[in-house]
Antibody, heavy 111, light 111 residues
């Protein structure tokens, strides 16, 4: 059974940084694509970033240049490094393989 | 960028009655490999999304057969043949042919 467990969320001031982690079990993170999706409070789902099995990465325009997706194959973990955070980045962040989703981790950007 | 437009945004349904959600994309979702990467997700309040349908019409494991997906090109539909109480929540379509984009979501409630 595939399990994805996100961590690393929290309260950060505007302009600050956070690194989210997504630990995978029952699935090899480098074997397929993995996606970060976020959901602002009371809002819909928004695609943030993807990393493909070959290592190619892509970002939504709203986070391009500020967020970096990566993975550590030895730890079977996906990451999202977030810098220059803005109030509008406040959301629950999910990692997903498409069919499997983590429980999400809340990022709050506020002064 | 591909824009996904769902309708209706609110869907009150009587238990046991059918329901239908439309999803339209701003450009064709037929990918260069011939596949159409259109998925449907269901999210209950306080829960992570769950994928129901992928590649337009393929049901994920464990998804009841009252859920069906159809469509092609730019027009897609999710149908529930007989709505049950557990079907309440928000339904999202998502395209994966041109990076990723979600629809705005359709909130299904019981009348």
């Amino acid at each position: 059974e595939v399990q994805l467990v996100e961590s690393g969320g929290g309260l950060v001031q505007p302009g600050g940084s956070l690194r989210l982690s997504c630990a995978a079990s029952g699935f090899i993170v480098s074997s397929s694509y993995m996606i970060w999706v976020r959901q602002a409070p009371g809002k819909g789902l928004e695609w943030v970033s993807v990393i493909y099995s070959g290592g190619n990465t892509y970002y939504a325009d709203s986070v391009k240049g500020r967020f970096t997706i990566s993975r550590d194959n030895s730890k079977n973990t996906l990451y999202l490094q977030m810098t220059s955070l803005r109030v509008e980045d406040t959301a629950v962040y999910y990692c997903t393989t498409g069919v499997s989703w983590g429980q999400g981790t809340l990022v709050t950007v506020s002064s | 960028d591909v824009v996904m437009t769902q309708s209706p945004l609110s869907l009150p349904v009587t238990l046991g009655q059918p329901a239908s959600i439309s999803c339209r994309s701003s450009q064709s979702l037929v990918y260069s490999d011939g596949n159409t990467y259109l998925s449907w997700f269901h999210q209950r309040p306080g829960q992570s999304p769950r994928r129901l349908i992928y590649k337009v019409s393929k049901r994920d494991s464990g998804v009841p057969d009252r859920f069906s997906g159809s469509g092609s090109g730019t027009d897609f539909t999710l149908k529930i043949s007989r709505v049950e109480a557990e079907d309440v929540g928000v339904y999202y379509c998502m395209q994966g042919s041109h990076l990723y984009t979600f629809g705005q979501g359709t909130k299904l409630e019981i009348k």
